[in-house]
């Protein structure tokens, strides 16, 4: 790992976003049924999530120093996930808890590779810029952005801004949108932090959403238009990484998941970390991809979680090969 230099004494990372408990119904049929009706399922659990605070322990467990900005309640749910991030070692200094909310709380049903999910936002949706310590952007050497759609109202607007003072102070900085419940996908506030973006890291059809493209070559050609690289998550098969002009496919042999939630978010942390580890934006796919893949291997988004040496390792199995911009599909 690089070691951090001495005129940057602040954490390796700090993640920007959204922290909540995760309530897992796992099986078969997950479906519920209504009138009243009771369904048994395989199990269900309550565990670490969203997205920011999945990627916060991910990053950590491959040994990052990472400090989360958040906002949770004052409620068993929030001690809940501050107890539970402070025993991973991640930083919860800047995590704001709002007397009179309710802590964010998300259910999802889950059944293999797929799953559905319904979250209640709470006091998550209360985070803003302001809330970001400046210290902590003086002092980071990367900055990552989650779930920008769930938090776009509260922190949207200065959103630009805190970026590009990260940027300004020296980090480097990253944007997962994640899906858009609202299916409205963005405006200029939107592109506005794209620009301030040094990569965007969405899922296949989230680029393709908010950039307003039916495929993704022309979503990769019009979002690496609006400023950042490009890391599209694409799942089982996958990554595509468009740095300009340069395309590449990265790929992993597949796992057999037993249960893919927080994947995307792992995904996040080995890219992070393969960038502030100095490789080039390919390689920290492959990294990021062995963090996803092996993080599928238990129920909830960190408990398979691994560790540096075990994520290298997979990691040196991917392919990694260059891609035409012509192409008409990836």
Same mark, same amino acid.
């Not at 070691?3 to 004494?9: S, V």
């Not at 970001?132 to 980071?140: D, G, I, Y």
């Not at 900085?173 to 997962?176: A, F, H, N, Q, V």
């Given at each position: 790992m690089t070691? @951090?230099?001495?005129?940057?004494?602040g954490?390796?990372?700090?993640?920007? %976003? $959204?922290?909540?408990? $995760?309530v897992?119904v796992?099986?078969?049929d997950?479906?519920?049924?209504?009138? !009243?009706?009771?369904? #048994?399922?395989?199990g269900?659990?309550?565990v670490?999530?969203? *997205?920011?605070?999945i990627?916060?322990?991910?990053?950590?467990r491959?040994? #990052?120093g990472?400090?989360?900005?958040?906002?949770?309640?004052?409620?068993?749910a929030?001690?809940?996930m #501050? %107890? !539970?991030?402070?025993?991973e070692?991640?930083?919860?200094a800047?995590?704001?808890v709002r007397?009179?909310?309710?802590t964010?709380m998300?259910?999802?049903? &889950?059944r293999?590779?797929? @799953?559905?999910?319904?979250?209640?936002p709470?006091?998550?949706?209360?985070?803003?810029?302001?809330d970001?310590?400046?210290?902590?952007?003086?002092?980071?050497r990367?900055?990552?952005?989650s *779930?920008?759609?769930? #938090?776009?109202? &509260?922190?949207?607007?200065?959103?630009?801004?805190?970026?590009?003072?990260?940027?300004?102070a020296?980090?480097t900085?990253?944007? $997962?949108t994640?899906w858009?419940?609202?299916?409205r996908?963005?405006d200029?506030?939107l592109?506005?932090s794209?620009? !301030?973006?040094?990569?965007?890291?969405p899922?296949?059809?989230e680029?393709?959403?908010?950039?307003?493209?039916p495929?993704?070559?022309?979503a990769a050609?019009?979002?690496?238009?609006? =400023?950042p690289r490009?890391?599209v998550?694409?799942?089982?098969?996958?990554?595509?990484?468009a740095?300009?002009?340069?395309?590449h496919?990265?790929?992993?042999?597949?796992?057999?998941p037993?249960d893919?939630?927080?994947?995307?978010?792992?995904?996040?942390a080995?890219?992070i970390a =393969?960038?502030?580890?100095?490789?080039?934006l390919?390689?920290?796919a492959?990294?990021?991809?062995?963090v996803?893949a092996?993080?599928?291997?238990?129920?909830g988004?960190?408990?398979?979680?691994?560790?540096?040496?075990?994520?290298?390792?997979l990691?040196?199995?991917?392919?990694?090969?260059?891609v035409?911009?012509g192409?008409?599909s990836?």
């Open positions: 070691e @951090r230099g001495a005129d940057r004494p954490a390796d990372l700090v993640v920007v %976003g $959204d922290c909540n408990p $995760d897992l796992l099986g078969g997950v479906t519920p049924s209504f009138g !009243q009706r009771e369904k #048994l399922v395989d269900i659990w309550m670490v999530g969203g *997205s920011a605070a990627t916060a322990v991910a990053a950590a491959l040994g #990052l990472v400090e989360l900005v958040a906002a949770v309640g004052a409620d068993p929030g001690d809940y #501050l %107890g !539970q991030l402070a025993r070692g991640v930083g919860t800047a995590v704001a007397d009179g909310e309710s964010g998300t259910v999802a049903l &889950s293999g590779a797929d @799953r559905a999910i319904l979250t209640a709470g006091a998550m949706a209360s985070l803003t810029a302001r970001v310590p400046a210290a902590l952007l003086a002092q980071a990367h900055v990552h952005v *779930s920008y759609f769930l #938090l776009e109202r &509260s922190l949207g607007p200065g959103l630009a801004a805190l970026l590009a003072a990260a940027r300004a020296g980090a900085t990253s944007l $997962d994640n858009d419940p609202a299916g996908w963005g200029g506030r592109r506005a794209l620009a !301030q973006a040094d990569v965007l890291l899922n296949e059809t680029a393709m959403r908010i950039a307003g493209e495929t993704l070559p022309a050609g019009a979002l690496t238009a609006a =400023g490009l890391a998550k694409l799942g089982e098969r996958g990554a595509f990484c740095d300009g002009p340069e395309w496919r990265v790929e992993l042999a597949p796992v057999t037993v893919t939630t927080g994947a995307g978010d792992c995904f996040n080995g890219l =393969g960038l502030l580890r100095g490789l080039a390919p390689g920290a492959a990294l990021g991809c062995a996803g092996l993080s599928t291997r238990a129920a988004g960190t408990a398979g979680s691994p560790d540096l040496a075990l994520a290298l390792a990691a040196r199995t991917a392919t990694v090969r260059r035409s911009a192409t008409p990836l």
